[in-house]
C-alpha cells in the first residue's frame, strides 16, 4: 500500500513537471512570434518613414526610420536569443548573439552622428519640412502597436521569470519614446509653422539613439542579459 503510494506520488509529481514544461514552451513560442513581428513591424515601419521622410524633407521622421531598420538588426539577435533559452535556458550569451549586439550599438552611434550632421545643416540653411502630417500619423500608429508589443513582451518575460525577454521589452518601451518624440515635433511643426521643430525632435532621436546605443554595448558584455 506503502509502495502504490509512492508511485502514486511520483507520477503525479512527473505529471506536474510535463505541465510546467509544456507551459513553459508555449510561452517561449509567443515570445518568439512577438519577436517576429518586431522584426517584420520595423522592417515595413523603417521603409514607409525612410521614404516619406525624404520626400517631405523632414529630418525627424528620416532618422526614425533608420532607427526603425537598426530595431531590426537588435531584433533578429532577440529571435536567435529566444531560440537559444528554448533550448536550453542555462545556456550564456553566444557569439551571434553579441555580434549583433555591438553592430547595433554602432548603428545606433552612426545615427546618432548622422542626425546631428543634419540638423546643422538644417540651421545653417533654415531648412523646414514640407509637411509632418505623414509624422503624425506614423508615430500614432507606432504607439499603438509598441505599446501592445511592450505589455505583450512584459506578461511573457513575467511569466517566464527572464529578464531577457524583459529587457527587450525596456528596448520596445525605449521605440514608444522616440514614437512620442516624433509625435510632439510634427504637432508643433504642423500647428505652429515653428522652422526649429523638426531639429529638436530630431535632437530628442539622437539622446535615445546613444542611450540604445550604450546599452547595446553593455548588454554585449552582460552574461545574464
Known amino acids: 500500500m506503502c509502495l502504490r503510494n509512492k508511485e502514486q506520488y511520483r507520477s503525479i509529481i512527473r505529471n506536474d513537471i510535463c505541465i510546467k514544461m509544456d507551459q513553459q514552451l508555449?510561452?517561449?513560442?509567443?515570445?518568439?512570434?512577438?519577436?517576429?513581428?518586431?522584426?517584420?513591424?520595423?522592417?515595413?515601419e523603417g521603409v514607409v518613414s525612410i521614404v516619406l521622410g525624404y520626400e517631405d524633407q523632414t529630418l525627424t521622421l528620416f532618422g526614425f526610420g533608420i532607427d526603425s531598420f537598426i530595431e531590426v538588426v537588435s531584433g533578429i539577435g532577440i529571435?536567435?536569443?529566444?531560440?537559444r533559452i528554448r533550448l536550453n535556458p542555462e545556456t550564456s550569451i553566444n557569439r551571434f548573439e553579441i555580434t549583433a549586439l555591438k553592430i547595433t550599438g554602432a548603428?545606433?552611434?552612426?545615427?546618432?552622428a548622422g542626425l546631428l550632421l543634419g540638423i546643422?545643416?538644417?540651421?545653417?540653411?533654415?531648412?523646414?519640412?514640407e509637411t509632418t502630417i505623414w509624422g503624425i500619423i506614423i508615430s500614432?500608429?507606432?504607439?499603438?502597436?509598441?505599446?501592445?508589443?511592450?505589455?505583450?513582451?512584459?506578461?511573457?518575460g513575467d511569466?517566464?521569470?527572464?529578464?531577457?525577454?524583459?529587457?527587450?521589452?525596456?528596448?520596445?518601451k525605449i521605440c514608444i519614446y522616440m514614437s512620442i518624440v516624433?509625435?510632439?515635433?510634427?504637432?508643433i511643426y504642423e500647428l505652429t509653422g515653428f522652422i526649429y521643430a523638426d531639429s529638436i525632435g530630431t535632437l530628442g532621436l539622437i539622446y535615445f539613439s546613444v542611450s540604445e546605443g550604450k546599452e547595446a554595448f553593455e548588454k554585449a558584455t552582460n552574461k545574464k542579459y
Open 140 to 156: 500614432l500608429i507606432s504607439i499603438i502597436v509598441m505599446t501592445w508589443l511592450l505589455l505583450s513582451k512584459r506578461k511573457v
Open 107 to 112: 548603428a545606433f552611434y552612426l545615427l546618432s
Open 26 to 44: 508555449k510561452l517561449y513560442d509567443r515570445a518568439y512570434l512577438l519577436s517576429l513581428f518586431t522584426i517584420l513591424y520595423n522592417v515595413l
Open 182 to 187: 516624433l509625435l510632439v515635433s510634427s504637432l
Open 79 to 83: 529571435a536567435v536569443m529566444i531560440i
Open 159 to 172: 511569466q517566464l521569470n527572464s529578464e531577457a525577454i524583459l529587457s527587450d521589452a525596456g528596448c520596445t
Open 120 to 129: 546643422v545643416f538644417n540651421i545653417i540653411n533654415h531648412h523646414k519640412p
